[in-house]
């Protein structure tokens, strides 16, 4: 017997196999023929291998990659899984190969810029992928940060960012790292902000809320939600519909990687996450160490240049990956997803055949990576909320920044904290949950010091009370909220101080900005500028520190854009009471009038350049435009055609309708929902769904933007599930 597939009038492929092998084999057959250049670059990434597709500007990134060992851990970990698990990659590999072999000219137009055709997929590189797109939605860049800010200010300014001046006790000298090694750090990252900028992954967050039977109109669950993450094209998930005798399973996929990971229901309970945000990384200073490490080189190949080696070594802790041993000190990494083994797809397949929110739960007990917030809901009523994943419980110290490199502060022997002692709660008493990256608990275990403010959150709950027999447009009218409780707080301290401004317009603007009900819509002008002079008071706030203007994202810091995005979320932290006064140059109320009165004045000059004199055409949209660059497309100029087009959207990062900005490229969307989901455990055919572009990362195919203008409008399209539901919207059937 073969597999069928069906084409919706979306492309989205319902697949129907006769077995699990196939099913799973016609998943990386559909997955390579909507994605395979996708699924190919994150596979050179991980590999350390980008450069030979898009030359010198790749290597540093490479470097890193080699460095840290991907490949080779990822290989390491497909060889401990189970069998099941193995022949689960074993069945999707196949299918991706099979459709290279069947369509050797049926590449898409990426591969006109590549130096040779994809190669053959292994089981193993699904892991690879899957790691690679995780890496860096931990720890690391904020505790480069935090350890570059604690040198350069010290542990007043960074607690004070923090939200929790009492925290200055346990980073001061003598409890951790020393300030002169940190010191030193910075003067490390000066020559490595090449690798540094490289390095940057967007995460914007992610929302999700599950509603039990009492509270809706049905009696049964809904479940909703959107990943917050970069816009970039093709979008990171990939809708689908996988069918077997053992399963029946629809949701969001990832390019190269076998299930539903994320985002899924099969005929009885639906699952969802966001974001855990967990310390699962730590940096260590390597200096004496060094000496004793046995280097490997690796020849790393650089398209239309020379070849280059790059030494590959590990020290107790982890391999070093930051900094040239020769100048007496490196850091090292140790990760949650590199220590320990990863397990992570034992989950894959168990998850799919779950008939209840307890079997969910247990069927990720094997979860390493990342750490997520799950929600799950059943067609018997239930709803739950469980973490998963790997936390490590390590010493305080390093939970800030970059540690010293001994005993002291490396995992050896550490406890990993066993999946009951993770929080969970079962169908709470109010009828609802919320995950929004916020934080969950400050008891037992630690999680971490960086979740995201409650503004989302707050906003969620507050949607939900208001609604106590929802309904799937209920849900869809929660995704396309704007209402910003952070710039509810914010805005009476931006202007409540600025007596001393001085532009012709600066009443008009506290005027307009105490007057606002906070609502980020595109034709906004107070979102505007609320947005312009925020960024400018965290400019400020750079500069008085020092580590603004030219240094900023620059020598000393992870990155310009990581950078960026973390002062600009600290520095309002400073407006919070008296804690503004531990910048320098600001001792009274004077003083900061005088700098708040500025940040308006700079914020009028720059908007009169920007935009012109009338004032009647400021609008949000106008600034607020959302960028999904082309990964191919940014490296290379010849192919600049594959970036899709620009367009307006309302929200920030603060407000449910995501559109976060990295103040360092301005005012433009990087981060959004890549996709929005409501699943209907009353029927399951009154679910909907919808990503940025299309489900094809193939451009001009057709199905690479129909999506576009339904999630511009916060809208979602059916997601089919019965059999009379899928045959009514199939526009293509074929077998493979």
């Given amino acids: 017997m073969r597999t069928t597939v069906r084409r919706d009038r979306w492309g989205i492929a319902h697949v129907e196999s006769p077995n699990v092998a196939q099913a799973f084999e016609a998943q990386g057959w559909i997955a390579a023929s909507d994605r395979i250049w996708q699924m190919d670059a994150d596979r050179f990434k991980a590999l350390g291998r980008w450069a030979e597709v898009v030359g010198p500007g790749a290597l540093k990134e490479d470097a890193f990659f080699r460095r840290i060992g991907l490949g080779s851990i990822a290989q390491a970990d497909w060889g401990a899984l189970n069998s099941e698990t193995q022949q689960m990659t074993e069945a999707y590999a196949n299918g991706v190969n099979r459709w290279l072999e069947e369509n050797p000219e049926g590449l898409p137009a990426e591969y006109e810029h590549h130096p040779a055709a994809p190669e053959p997929w292994e089981p193993w590189h699904c892991l690879a992928v899957y790691k690679v797109r995780h890496i860096f939605m931990g720890t690391l860049h904020r505790k480069l940060w935090r350890g570059h800010l604690l040198a350069k200010a010290g542990p007043e300014v960074v607690a004070a960012m923090m939200g929790d001046p009492n925290q200055a006790s346990a980073i001061a000298p003598g409890n951790g790292t020393p300030l002169n090694l940190l010191s030193e750090v910075s003067d490390l990252l000066d020559s490595q902000s090449e690798l540094l900028k490289a390095l940057v992954d967007i995460d914007g967050g992610s929302n999700s809320w599950a509603v039990d039977g009492t509270r809706t109109i049905s009696g049964k669950p809904l479940l909703a939600g959107d990943p917050h993450r970069g816009i970039e094209f093709p979008n990171v998930y990939h809708q689908f519909h996988l069918e077997c005798p053992e399963f029946n399973v629809i949701g969001l996929a990832f390019p190269g990687v076998p299930a539903f990971p994320h985002f899924g229901h099969n005929d009885q ?115 739950s909320f469980k973490i ?85 447009e209920d849900m869809r009218r929660i995704h396309g909220d704007v209402l910003s409780h952070k710039a509810r707080s914010i805005v009476p301290l931006l202007i409540s101080q600025t007596s001393q401004a001085t532009h012709r317009r600066s009443k008009w603007l506290r005027d307009v900005l105490s007057t606002w009900d906070f609502q980020v819509t595109e034709s906004s002008v107070e979102a505007l500028l609320y947005a312009v002079m925020r960024r400018r008071w965290s400019e400020s706030v750079g500069e008085r520190l020092g580590v603004s203007i030219a240094e900023l994202g620059a020598p000393g810091w992870p990155s310009p854009e990581a950078a960026s995005r973390m002062l600009y979320e600290a520095a309002t932290a400073l407006l919070d009471g008296d804690a503004w006064k531990c910048l320098p140059g600001l001792e009274t109320d004077e003083d900061l009038d005088q700098a708040l009165s500025a940040c308006i004045d700079e914020t009028l000059n720059e908007l009169e350049l920007r935009l012109g004199q009338d004032i009647s055409q400021w609008s949000w949209g106008q600034l607020h435009r959302m960028a999904s660059p082309h990964p191919l497309a940014s490296a290379l100029e010849g192919a600049r055609e594959l970036h899709p087009p620009l367009d307006s959207c309302p929200g920030d990062g603060d407000t449910v309708r995501c559109g976060s900005v990295m103040p360092e490229t301005g005012e433009r969307a990087v981060a959004a929902s890549v996709a929005r989901y409501v699943f209907d455990l009353a029927d399951w055919d009154s679910s909907g769904w919808v990503v940025p572009h299309g489900v094809s990362g193939v451009r001009g195919s057709g199905h690479d933007l129909d999506q576009r203008a339904i999630w511009l409008d916060c809208d979602l399209i059916p997601m089919s599930f019965s059999k009379d539901a899928v045959s009514a919207i199939t526009r293509e059937e074929f077998e493979i």
């Fill in 269 to 383: 309970v639906a699952w969802c996450i966001t974001h855990g945000m967990a310390d699962d990384t730590d940096l260590f200073v390597e200096t004496d160490s060094l000496e004793a490490i046995d280097w490997v080189p690796e020849v790393v190949r650089v398209r239309g240049d020379d070849d280059v080696e790059v030494f590959c070594g590990s020290t107790d802790r982890g391999p070093v990956v930051i900094g040239d041993p020769a100048d007496g000190m490196a850091l090292s990494v140790a990760w949650t997803g590199m220590i320990g083994g990863d397990t992570t797809f034992e989950a894959l397949q168990p998850m799919l055949s779950a008939s209840s929110c307890e079997e969910l739960e247990n069927s990720v007990r094997p979860w390493v990576i990342p750490v997520n917030n799950l929600l799950t809901a059943d067609r018997d009523g239930n709803i």
């Fill in 388 to 472: 998963r994943g790997r936390v490590i419980e390590r010493p305080p110290a390093n939970r800030w920044c970059p540690v010293p490199g001994d005993s002291e502060h490396g995992w050896s022997g550490l406890r990993t904290v066993p999946f009951d002692e993770l929080p969970g709660v079962q169908n709470p008493s109010r009828g609802f949950l919320v995950t929004a990256n916020n934080r969950i608990s400050d008891t037992h275990p630690f999680i971490s010091l960086d979740f995201a403010g409650p503004a989302r959150y707050d906003r969620i709950v507050e949607l939900l009370e208001e609604v106590p027999e929802a309904s799937v």
